[in-house]
Every structure is written in C-alpha cells, then in structure tokens.
C-alpha cells in the first residue's frame, strides 16, 4: 500500500514564526502536492513538484514555499506565518508522469496564534 | 477558471437504502476524476478514479460514472451502511497528471442506523 506520512498531526505556532511542514511517500513517485483545507472554502492547491529540485505554484502560494531535495520528501515552509495560515495541510503524492490517484496524507492540523 | 459542485451538501439517508452523490465541473477538458472519502479530522481516502475516456468505474458497493460532454459525473452507493457516513469529495485533474486537483466542496452524507 501506498503511504504518505506527514510529520505532525497537529502544530501551534506564533504569529512571525517560520514553520515547517514535512510530507514523505514511500513508493518512489514522482509527483508530490500541498493541499489547504479551510471550512467553505473546500481544497485548495498550494504547491505541487513533478521532479527533484521542481516546483510549481498552485492556486494559492502567496506566503509559502516548499522544498523539494529528494524524491521521497516534500517540504512546506511558512515563512513568516499568520493568522490567516491556521488550517488543515494536506500532502498527497501520485506517480508520474501520466495521470493516476492520488494518495493523501492525514493532514496536519496548523493553529497560528 | 475551472470550477467543480457537488450536490446535495448535505444528505441523511436510512441505512439500507442505495444513493447518488452528483459532481459537475465547468470545463470538459479533464485529464480525470477522482472521488475521495474523507472521515472528519482525517485525509482523504481514494475510492475511484475515472480516466476521461472512461464511462465508469466500479469498487465493491461503489461505482463512480463520467459524462465528460456535459461536465458530470455521480457515485452510486448500493446498500448504505452507517460505515458509510463521511464526507465524499470529487476532485478533477485537467493536466497530464503532474498538475493538482481542483476539488468540490463535498457531500457531507450521514447513514442513521
């Protein structure tokens, strides 16, 4: 089976602080996503990667970067995180480069006080 | 912009009884379309996935059906089970595969015993 761990299920972090949000698969693919999910607002993409050291912006990157040094490893960074940043992040991976599934992560719960 | 409801939001059914969830999306050019369960505080689960020059796709008591010419696509639950009751998401790819998934804001479905 397919597995993606994320390294926390639940962060409370200060406002101004820089965070980081780790997302690892296990079965080599080669695409990676960060997902946001936010009450009425649905999912939404932030960031996704096809390649080692790629990344694209997704719909909504504003105040995040990722990582991306190894193929089993993608990184979310808030670089100076916000309020408005509280939500439920979201790791999925899927391999490449034709479309198949997507495989999610359990999420982790982000509380930005 | 690319835009996918989901319809009813909200649906409570007695178990036993078999139900259709409906997706639609706004542009037909999908790559696919997957439909994903998400129990409340966790990830998402993958039920089926719909390649676009597939009609349907069946797992055990679920199968997923996609009209690409009218932008729709329903899942069909047979036997509803408390078991059932979680969120059911529709998510559609319009890349090759590497691009993120716009997602609809779900159904939230509850089976009462």
């Known amino acids: 089976d397919v597995k993606v761990t994320q390294s926390s299920r639940y962060l409370v972090k200060r406002t101004g602080e820089k965070v980081f949000l780790e997302c690892v698969q296990d079965m080599d693919h080669e695409n990676m996503f960060w997902y946001r999910q936010d009450p009425g607002l649905g999912l939404r993409l932030i960031y996704f990667?096809?390649?080692?050291?790629?990344?694209e912006k997704g719909d909504i990157p504003e105040g995040y970067s990722v990582s991306r040094e190894k193929k089993e490893r993608f990184s979310l960074i808030l670089e100076s995180a916000s309020t408005n940043q509280t939500s439920m992040y979201l790791c999925?991976?899927?391999?490449?480069?034709?479309?198949?599934?997507?495989?999610f992560g359990p999420g982790t719960r982000l509380t930005v006080t | 912009k690319q835009e996918v409801t989901q319809i009813p939001a909200a649906l409570s059914v007695p178990e036993g009884e078999n139900l259709v969830l409906n997706c639609s999306f706004t542009?037909?050019?999908?790559?696919?379309l997957q439909w994903f369960r998400q129990d409340p505080g966790k990830g998402l689960t993958s039920l089926l996935l719909i390649q676009s020059s597939q009609r349907e796709q069946t797992s055990g008591r679920l199968n997923a059906s996609l009209d690409k010419s009218s932008g729709r696509s329903t899942l069909y639950i047979a036997a509803s089970q408390p078991g059932d009751s979680a969120t059911y998401l529709c998510?559609?790819?319009?890349?090759?595969?590497?691009?993120?998934?716009?997602f609809g804001k779900g159904t939230h479905l509850i089976i009462q015993p």
């Open positions: 998510a559609v790819s319009y890349g090759g595969g590497a691009d993120g998934l716009t």
């Open positions: 542009d037909s050019a999908i790559y696919n």
């Open positions: 999925a991976s899927s391999p490449g480069p034709t479309g198949r599934e997507q495989y």
């Open positions: 990667s096809y390649d080692v050291k790629m990344k």
